[in-house]
T-cell receptor, first 115, second 113 residues
Framework: EPEVTQTPSHQVTQMGQEVILRCVPI?????FYWYRQILGQKVEFLVS????????KSEIFDDQFSVERPDGSNFTLKIRSTKLEDSAMYFC?????????????FGQGTRLTVV | GNSVTQMEGPVTLSEEAFLTINCTYT??????LFWYVQYPGEGLQLLLK?????DKGSNKGFEATYRKETTSFHLEKGSVQVSDSAVYFC????????????FGGGTRLMVKP
């Protein structure tokens, strides 16, 4: 069964460093998303991406964040200068189309720890 | 704005007990409603969904009915198993918001043999 894969599963980084979280969405999907879950809190939407551009973003997704689809298969989230409060589980998701009730398929997540 | 509220956990049940996890929502439009499940060490998986009022989503013995009048989408299962132990997330999406999901806080279910 096709699945969304994320690497690495766990990343530890020092405050102020740049990190890139990687995702390989399901191959025929066109819409891509990043969500995050700070420990003990809700899963929160960060950004959606379609046709090589951001379609929606939340207020969390500030100038420190960027997304890219560098080739036909990868979808990346970059955090330019990490802060302690960026420590969270980051989930990538993809969906085939945007139709009423379309489900998103999620990866297993990358746990980012900023020290 | 849009929001989802679900009962706080953990919910601890014995095997074969009846499960209800409450979920209510507020939305600026007509949302689709979802339950996602996260088993230990895994990502979020869709459990079931409903896209219009009075629809019932069902999967693996779990059911939830879209109640527009009470803005609710409560998850139920008649007889839980130890393997159902997981975190359950209620969520909504709106097509005019790019189908981005708004999640509830999650409810941890622990089923004891």
């Amino acid at each position: 069964e096709p699945e969304v894969t994320q690497t690495p599963s766990h990343q530890v980084t020092q405050m102020g460093q740049e990190v890139i979280l990687r995702c390989v969405p399901i191959s025929n999907h066109l819409y891509f998303y990043w969500y995050r879950q700070i420990l003990g809190q809700k899963v929160e939407f960060l950004v959606s991406f379609y046709n090589n551009e951001i379609s929606e973003k939340s207020e969390i997704f500030d100038d420190q964040f960027s997304v890219e689809r560098p080739d036909g298969s990868n979808f990346t989230l970059k955090i330019r200068s990490t802060k302690l409060e960026d420590s969270a589980m980051y989930f990538c998701a993809s969906s085939e189309v945007i139709r009423y009730g379309t489900e998103a398929f999620f990866g297993q997540g990358t746990r980012l720890t900023v020290v | 704005g849009n929001s989802v509220t679900q009962m706080e956990g953990p919910v601890t049940l014995s095997e074969e007990a009846f499960l209800t996890i409450n979920c209510t929502y507020t939305a600026t439009g007509y949302p689709s409603l979802f339950w996602y499940v996260q088993y230990p060490g895994e990502g979020l998986q869709l459990l079931l969904k409903a896209t219009k009022a009075d629809d019932k989503g069902s999967n693996k013995g779990f059911e939830a009915t879209y109640r527009k009048e009470t803005t609710s989408f409560h998850l139920e299962k008649g007889s839980v198993q130890v393997s159902d132990s997981a975190v359950y997330f209620c969520a909504l999406s709106l097509m005019n918001a790019g189908n981005m999901l708004t999640f509830g806080g999650g409810t941890r279910l622990m089923v004891k043999p």
